[in-house]
C-alpha cells in the first residue's frame, strides 16, 4: 500500500514558478515508480513526470521538458514537481501517483500504468 497527499498549487502569472509537493506513506514506496500527471478540464489524465525511487532517471512529457524537473528526497518520503516558466496551458489538476516495483514509465508516462493516487492539488496560470 502507498498513500499519497499533495501540496504546492495555487495561482501562479505566466512566467512564474510553482513548486508541487507529494508525501508519500507505505512500506514500497523505497522501491516504485512515481509520476506527476495533469488533467484540465475536458482533456485527457497527461504523464507530466516520472522517476523510479531506487535510481535517479527521470522521464518527461514532451509540453514541460525543459520547464519542469521531478526530484524525490528519500529521507522525507517526497516526491516534488519544480515548475518553472509556466504557461495558461500549465493549469489542470495535478496528481501524484505511485506504482510498486515491477513499474514502467517508458516509452511514455501513462495513467493506467500507475495504481496508487492522491487527492490531486490544483493548478492555475494566468496570463
Known amino acids: 500500500q502507498v498513500h499519497l497527499v499533495e501540496s504546492g498549487g495555487g495561482s501562479v502569472q505566466a512566467g512564474g514558478s510553482l513548486r508541487l509537493s507529494c508525501a508519500a506513506s507505505g512500506s514500497r514506496y523505497s522501491n516504485a515508480c512515481m509520476g506527476w500527471f495533469r488533467q484540465a478540464p475536458g482533456k485527457e489524465r497527461e504523464g507530466v513526470a516520472a522517476?523510479?525511487?531506487?535510481?535517479?532517471?527521470?522521464y518527461y512529457g514532451d509540453s514541460v521538458k525543459g520547464r519542469f524537473t521531478i526530484s524525490q528526497d528519500n529521507t522525507k518520503n517526497t516526491l516534488y514537481l519544480q515548475m518553472n516558466s509556466m504557461k495558461p496551458d500549465d493549469t489542470a489538476m495535478y496528481y501524484c501517483a505511485a506504482e510498486p516495483w515491477p513499474c514502467t514509465v517508458v516509452p511514455s508516462i501513462r495513467a493506467g500504468d500507475f495504481g496508487y493516487w492522491g487527492q490531486g492539488t490544483q493548478v492555475t496560470v494566468s496570463s
Open positions: 522517476i523510479y525511487t531506487g535510481g535517479r532517471r527521470t
